[in-house]
């Protein structure tokens, strides 16, 4: 079992940063692919990026690539994704996830496993 608490939302104004962490039940973030995912109110959840167990491989949605960056810290068990240049699309609720799986970071939310309970994010115009 790993448990997933996100921190680091909150209400920002467009073109500002921000970074959201996850923090994994010890010892057990190096055994697993982490992932973040988004979730807007009346929409599917997305893919927001993963990075693999060492850390070596990222995966990003489209809309991430270039403006997101998601790392980990094996030694202290936490995710983290940082967020620049943020639009008031980018407001949704976002997600921490861990996978079990091997290979490379996937983009489908049935390949993770665990989740955490969410971290609001809201960019105002």
């Known amino acids: 079992q790993v448990q997933l608490a996100e921190s680091g939302g909150g209400l920002v104004q467009a073109g500002d940063s921000l970074r959201l962490s996850c923090a994994a039940s010890k010892h057990t973030s190096d055994t697993y692919t982490m992932g973040w995912f988004r979730q807007a109110p009346g929409k599917e959840r997305e893919f927001v990026a993963a990075v693999d167990r060492f850390g070596g491989t990222q995966r990003y949605g489209e809309f991430a690539k270039g403006r997101f960056t998601i790392s980990r810290d094996n030694a202290k068990s936490t995710v983290s994704l940082v967020m620049n240049s943020l639009k008031p699309e980018d407001t949704a609720a976002y997600y921490c996830?861990?996978?079990?799986?091997?290979?490379?970071?996937?983009?489908?939310?049935?390949?993770?496993?665990?989740w955490g309970q969410g971290t609001q994010v809201t960019v105002s115009t």
């Open positions: 996830a861990a996978s079990t799986l091997a290979g490379a970071p996937e983009d489908a939310p049935y390949w993770y496993s665990y």
